[in-house]
């Protein structure tokens, strides 16, 4: 069983950046693919990016690439989303996500592990 734990979500101006993380307990995160969703009010939740485990490769949703960068570090057990010229529509609650697979998992009922959340607003 792995347990995710989100931190770092907030309030920030329009144009502004913040970092999450994912940490994890009962077990190593660097045999899994890591991927972070979020789900706006009234709407799905969708894919934002994923880094896999072994050769890294990551992939983003088109609405966040180039302003968000997804990143692990093996060594504290732990994923960061860095986000950077942030949008009022990026406002979400923002969830860690884990499983075993290499492949591109774009829908979140394909990823096995999910951590509670951590609310991202964005004001204007």
């Known amino acids: 069983q792995v347990q995710l734990v989100e931190s770092g979500g907030g309030l920030v101006q329009a144009g502004g950046s913040l970092r999450l993380s994912c940490g994890a307990s009962g077990r190593t995160l660097s045999s899994y693919t890591m991927g972070w969703f979020r789900q706006a009010p009234g709407k799905e939740r969708e894919f934002v990016a994923q880094v896999n485990w072994g050769d890294g490769s990551t992939y983003y949703a088109d609405s966040v690439k180039g302003r968000f960068t997804i990143s692990r570090d093996n060594a504290k057990n732990t994923v960061y989303l860095q986000m950077n010229s942030l949008k009022p529509e990026d406002t979400a609650i923002y969830y860690c996500?884990?499983?075993?697979?290499?492949?591109?998992?774009?829908?979140?009922?394909?990823?096995?592990?999910w951590g509670q959340g951590t609310q991202v607003t964005v004001s204007s």
């Open positions: 996500a884990a499983d075993r697979s290499q492949w591109p998992l774009y829908r979140d009922a394909l990823w096995n592990y």
